[in-house]
């Protein structure tokens, strides 16, 4: 049985598309990822095959409509009836919805977040041309997954459709890498992620002038990058704020554990972010570091059912629960983190994956 795995990205450093190859391909399954070329074509190695389809746009709409017409013609030559196609959010779905109709062959849609509900589009023309996509084909989806508890929710509730399966981001269960007994001076509080709007960086700068003793390490690359630097320069954080850049997940992996807290304080500029769970959080737990994050749904269970942090409702809350989570320490949280990591992890979610694989297979084949 092949499974034809379709993403808009480069595929470099997309984690969950990743574990979704890897364990489908662990349990039998003939794996082909397609990706492209948009932010650069750096240099990789899988287990499963994989291509990359060449896109000549340089701006990011017109490349959207290439890659579509690009991908129907892709997956039209490379699927057969023995195949299970598997859609990776919102822009990957239309090529592959006309395929299988076309083809009668099973489609499994994953939407890694509320696509229409981003603040990258909320307010833009784009945004209802998105709506209109997502409105026509997702009350048509026989299967589905999602990233998030409160996004399967959103799907149901807004369309009709029989709840997602939820197949949480969380990377693999890690044995704990702390050494308790070394101690950061200064301490280290890390964001890793995007550097997107809505990120809550622009508050959490401004908020290291009262944070004394602590730098803030800034590792990943975007948009609001050389914006967020010049903030940091006009308050004279140059020596608190570190911007580390884009890191592979190998380098990112041995660089959490030395944090002594990770941040995820994402603004409520939609129901996207409002309703993820963003993958640094389950990384941070992962590495045994207490969190401090935004007080929205998915994000308060870590601290009200694992107790790994703290959580803020007001960005004013910032410096003050910041420095009572490195008041007490890592070792403080250890059991609580221990707990939370054999819980947020691939090797569970891994499992639901096969089940929604398995239930497509018992019945359209």
């Not at 240099?43 to 991908?71: D, G, T, V």
């Amino acid at each position: 049985m092949k499974v034809l795995v379709s993403v808009f990205n480069n595929l470099a450093t997309d984690q969950r598309v990743e574990k979704v190859c890897r364990s489908l391909l662990e349990n039998g399954y003939e794996v082909e990822l397609i990706g492209n070329n948009w932010t650069g074509l750096p240099e990789m190695s899988r287990e499963y095959s994989f291509s990359r389809i060449l896109l000549k746009s340089k701006i990011l709409k017109f490349a959207y409509l290439e890659f579509q017409f690009k991908l129907y013609q892709n997956l039209l030559r490379t699927t057969d009836r023995n195949t299970i196609l598997l859609a990776n959010d919102l822009d990957t779905l239309l090529p592959n919805y006309l395929i299988s109709k076309k083809l009668g062959i099973p489609l499994v849609f994953d939407s890694h977040e509320i696509f229409t509900e981003m603040p990258s589009i909320n307010g833009r023309f784009t945004q209802k041309i998105w709506r209109k996509l997502e409105s026509c084909i997702g009350p048509k989806m026989k299967y589905m997954m999602t990233a998030s508890e409160s996004y399967a929710d959103w799907f149901h509730n807004r369309y009709g459709i029989q709840r997602p399966f939820v197949v949480q981001n969380f990377p693999k269960h890690t044995p704990n890498p702390q050494n308790y007994l070394e101690d950061n001076k200064p301490k280290i509080i890390l964001y890793q992620g995007v550097i997107n709007p809505s990120r809550g960086l622009d508050k959490m700068i401004p908020a290291m002038k009262n944070i004394l003793g602590a730098e803030l390490w800034i590792a990943g690359d975007g948009p609001k990058k050389v914006e967020y630097q010049n903030l940091s320069k006009s308050l004279h954080l140059e020596n608190q704020v570190k911007f580390l850049g884009k890191l592979s997940p190998k380098k990112l992996r041995e660089l959490t554990p030395k944090a002594d807290i990770g941040i995820s304080i994402e603004e409520n500029n939609g129901l996207s972010y409002y309703y993820s769970m963003p993958n640094k959080i389950s990384d941070y737990i992962q590495a045994r570091v207490p969190v401090v994050v935004s007080d929205f749904p998915e994000m308060q269970k870590v601290i009200d059912q694992y107790h790994a942090g703290e959580k803020i409702s007001d960005y004013s809350e910032l410096p003050e629960k910041i420095l009572s989570v490195l008041e007490k320490g890592k070792g403080f949280y250890e059991s609580n983190l221990n707990h939370a990591a054999q819980e947020l992890c691939w090797e569970k979610e891994e499992q639901k994956l096969l089940t929604l694989f398995k239930t497509v297979k018992l019945a359209e084949f």
